[in-house]
Each structure stands twice: as structure tokens, then as C-alpha cells.
């Protein structure tokens, strides 16, 4: 599969969002040796596993977008008839509840 057609950034690491930075750095080494222009010669590959690592490892830029994910949830979530709340709340993570089970 290539690395273009995961869904997160997270995915292209191969981690978890609530990854450290420190892991999130030794993934991205060890992808980098797998990926890397002088060994497989697929330059993409490479350049998206290396803009990712710049992206997470940066603690102002990763909480960018992972509010930037968290605002994506919010919208694909009902809101359970109430037009001023879309189901989110700190604690409980009711649209990732909604998607695992398919509700709509």
C-alpha cells in the first residue's frame, strides 16, 4: 500500500496519537531506513514520511492538527437532537463511539 492512501499522518508513522514525540522520532527512523531515497529509490515515499515526522514532532504544529482532526470528527457526528452540541465531549469520545459502531 502506498504511503499516500492512509487516512492520518498517524498512519504514515505507523503510531498512535497519543504517542511521544520520542517514538514518534524512532518511527520515523526506522521507516527512514526503509524508505529512503538511496535504498528504494521511491522518492514520495520518503519526502511524506519525512514532511510527517516534521509536522508531529513539532508540539505546536502536531496540536494544529490534531485539533484539526477533532474538528473533522465533530462534523461527520450527530448531534443527537441538539443543534448547539455535536456529540463531542472531553472525556467520552462519542463520535469515535458513533463510527466503530456505524451508527449514523
Known sequence: MAL????SLYEVLRVEPTTMISEIKMAYQSLAKVYHLDLSGNGRDF???HKTYEMLSDPTARVVYDMSLVSRRRTRTTSFGCLCWSGFHPTRRWEIIVEENGDN
Open 4 to 7: 499516500g492512501t492512509r487516512g
Open 47 to 49: 519526502i511524506e514520511i
